[in-house]
Every structure is written in structure tokens, then in C-alpha cells.
């Protein structure tokens, strides 16, 4: 049989991993808010490194079927290493679904700085997504290829300009045994367009916890200042290669080796600068998703523990 699905709906979430701490969230979603397939939603949800907001509207087929438009506004409160930030504003997006699993988005984002009447910001983004994985939340098969190039500015202040520029790439390939292959690159640069001045903290790249390099804390990979906390660089690199094995209908294995660099100006693809991480874990194949827990043992020394556990739903990859 066939039914129609409620064209409202309330979602409710909790959660927790060794990241976001215990998380929660909310949503009420309304899948044709004006009987023209328009969706419109409202959402919050909170955890130990964001908190926030958000309502949109989406409206599909905007000249021609391939393409959709999404109006939100949202407040946000986000934590980056020993940073908070906090945003309120809105955006504009137009997407372009190239073919089925090809994206192209552009968006235009404005918004105001911790609440400061002079830090109004407008933001231009540039995305191209292909996701030819045969699964999202345990692939097996196929590419990942995520481009993008974003620019922010201070509202009719050109001397206060980043650009930044990043992307990423993952494969996955079966093997016998019932494994997978599975490797990540990301990468990425941002540079002030200003004359003067430089990049500030919360703009900058971060790395380690539980989705990158698994020998360090959640963002604490990079360079620090004087007192030993972690201040962000201007580049970024992250590399990791998993060999996951299913051990029957729902336990799975994995051992993984992770690499990366944040550097302070532009050197953190200097393969002799990596920081390296080697490490395993236990899969729970859940309905809902790969559970896991990961042990991850840093190969260069630091002031930290040499392990790092993560606990989390999904994939690190």
C-alpha cells in the first residue's frame, strides 16, 4: 500500500559523542507551506560547541525543476578551540542540481558579529558537491567532492575582506573479506584580501577530535600561542586511510591512520611538518547508523595524552 506522508511533522533528537556532549534538537516542518511544495521549517538544537537557531523557507523549481531557492534566518553561538563566536542574520541560496547526485550552490549570507551594531558582515559562498557514494551513512562504493570558495567582508568596509578556499575528497572500494577501503584528503587556505591587518582567530582552520585526526582533542591540533592554546592557522591539511571490516550482521572493525597540519601562514602541505596518528575501533551496525568507538594513539609528541578516545554516531568519514 501507498499513503500519503502528514505534510507536517516534529522531529525531536538527543545524542551524545566525545565532541558535542550530550546535544539535543527540534524541528517542526511544514512540506508545503503554501500548497506549492513549499517547505518551510523552524529548528533549534544545542550542544557543548554550538547552540543555535534557524527557520527557512525552500521553494522548488525556480525556472526549471533543477533548481531550488532556500530564504532563512538564524542566531548561532559557536565555539571554535578557546573561541566563541556569536551570529544573527539571514541568507539567500539558489542550488543547481546538476544531474542527481551533482550540486552547485550559491549563497549570500548577512548577519551581525556578537551582537556589535558595527560588525555587520556579508558573506558570498560558492559550493560544488558530487556525492557518488553508494551509501550515505556507510559507503562502501564510490567519490565524494566537495569545492568551496567563500568571501566575507564587514558591510561597506573593504579593508576588512577573507577569502577562503577549500576542498575535499573521499574513496571508497570493497575488498574481500567483507572490508572497505575507505581514504579522505580536505584541505584549504584563507587569506586576508586587506591590506592591513590579519585573519581573526575564529576565521582560522583547526584540527583533531573525532572526524579528523584522532590522536588529538576536538580542535586542538595546530599552532599555540605563548600560553600553550591553540590559535588557528591560515592553512590546513587533513589525510586519513580506514580499513573497515563487517564482522557479521551488526559488529564491525576498524584500523585507521591519520595525518595533518595547521600552520600559522601557508606551509601545512609540508609532508615533513604531518602530525600522524595511528589508532582502531568497533563498529555497532545499528539501523541507524554506524556507532562507534575509536582509540586514537598520537605519533608525535605533544603536551596531551598520547590517546584519544571518540564515541560517536556515523562514520569518521
Not at 521553494?59 to 544573527?88: D, I, L
Not at 541568507?91 to 552547485?104: G, K, P, Q, W, Y
Not at 557514494?133 to 567532492?145: A, C, K, M, Q, T
Amino acid at each position: 500500500t501507498v499513503s500519503e506522508r502528514s505534510l507536517r511533522s516534529v522531529k525531536l533528537g538527543a545524542g551524545y559523542d566525545t565532541q558535542n556532549r550530550i546535544n539535543g534538537s527540534v524541528s517542526w516542518t511544514h512540506r508545503s507551506a503554501f500548497g506549492g511544495a513549499q517547505q518551510f521549517r523552524v529548528g533549534a538544537q544545542a550542544s557543548a560547541i554550538l547552540t543555535e537557531f534557524r527557520a527557512s523557507l525552500t521553494q522548488p523549481y525556480v525556472f526549471g525543476s533543477r533548481n531550488w531557492m532556500n530564504f532563512g534566518v538564524f542566531v548561532t553561538s559557536e565555539e571554535k578551540a578557546e573561541f566563541r563566536q556569536n551570529e544573527v542574520g539571514g541568507n539567500v541560496a539558489f542550488e543547481r542540481n546538476i544531474t542527481s547526485r551533482t550540486t552547485l550552490l550559491f549563497e549570500t549570507i548577512g548577519g551581525v558579529v556578537d551582537f556589535d551594531a558595527d560588525s555587520v558582515f556579508v558573506e558570498l559562498v560558492t559550493q560544488f558537491i558530487d556525492d557518488r557514494r553508494d551509501d550515505f551513512l556507510n559507503p562502501s562504493e564510490g567519490i565524494y567532492v566537495r569545492l568551496e570558495a567563500r568571501e566575507k567582508g564587514a558591510l561597506f568596509q573593504t579593508g576588512q575582506e577573507l577569502l577562503q578556499l577549500t576542498a575535499e575528497g573521499r574513496w571508497y572500494s570493497k575488498l574481500p573479506l567483507n572490508s572497505v577501503i575507505a581514504t579522505r584528503i580536505h584541505g584549504g587556505v584563507v587569506v586576508n584580501l586587506s591590506e592591513n591587518g590579519d585573519v581573526p582567530n575564529f576565521e582560522r582552520f583547526f584540527s583533531g577530535g573525532l572526524s579528523s585526526v584522532r590522536g588529538w582533542p576536538f580542535n586542538q591540533l595546530g599552532p599555540k600561542d605563548a600560553s600553550g592554546l591553540v590559535v588557528g592557522g591560515k592553512s590546513k591539511f587533513e589525510g586519513s586511510i580506514e580499513l573497515r571490516t563487517q564482522l557479521g550482521k551488526y559488529l564491525g572493525t576498524a584500523v585507521f591512520l591519520d595525518m595533518g597540519n595547521v600552520d600559522p601562514q601557508f606551509n601545512a602541505f609540508d609532508f615533513s611538518a604531518f602530525k600522524w596518528a595511528i589508532g582502531g575501533g568497533v563498529r555497532f551496525l545499528s539501523p541507524v547508523g554506524p556507532v562507534r568507538l575509536d582509540a586514537g594513539r598520537r605519533l608525535n609528541e605533544d603536551n596531551t595524552s598520547l590517546w584519544q578516545y571518540h564515541f560517536s554516531i556515523g562514520q569518521a568519514f
